[in-house]
Nanobody, 123 residues
């Protein structure tokens, strides 16, 4: 089974930056997408960003576009989320998520399999 382990969460001040990491293992698919979703207290899960396994295409939610950057180190099977200019509304539990690339192509989503999450608090 695919396993995703997030790290890098913590408490920061508004305007500061933070980088999240997610180590992925156990892929059973030839091609995949990977990315991040988040859930703030009392709110629904929000998709944040995704990237395909060749790093050819990246996708961002409007709420983070221009502030967050997703990247993938295929050799390390690690995906990163560089978060700049953080706002209080970015406070959430951030989950790394992945799916076969076909799900992204057909459905435009990439969050069928999640990790345990890492908390980011912006105050």
């Amino acid at each position: 089974d695919v396993q995703l382990v997030e790290s890098g969460g913590g408490s920061v001040q508004e305007g500061e930056s933070r980088r999240l990491s997610c180590a992925v293992s156990g892929y059973a698919w030839d091609r995949y997408c990977v990315g991040w979703v988040r859930q703030a207290p009392g709110k629904e899960v929000e998709w944040v960003s995704s990237i395909d396994d060749t790093s050819t295409r990246t996708y961002y939610a409007d709420s983070v576009k221009g502030r967050f950057t997703i990247s993938l180190d295929s050799a390390k099977n690690t995906v990163y989320l560089q978060m700049n200019s953080l706002k209080s509304e970015d406070t959430a539990l951030y989950y790394c998520a992945t799916d076969p690339i076909g799900v992204l192509v057909v459905a435009g989503t990439c969050f069928g399999h999640w990790g345990q999450g890492t908390q980011v608090t912006v105050s």
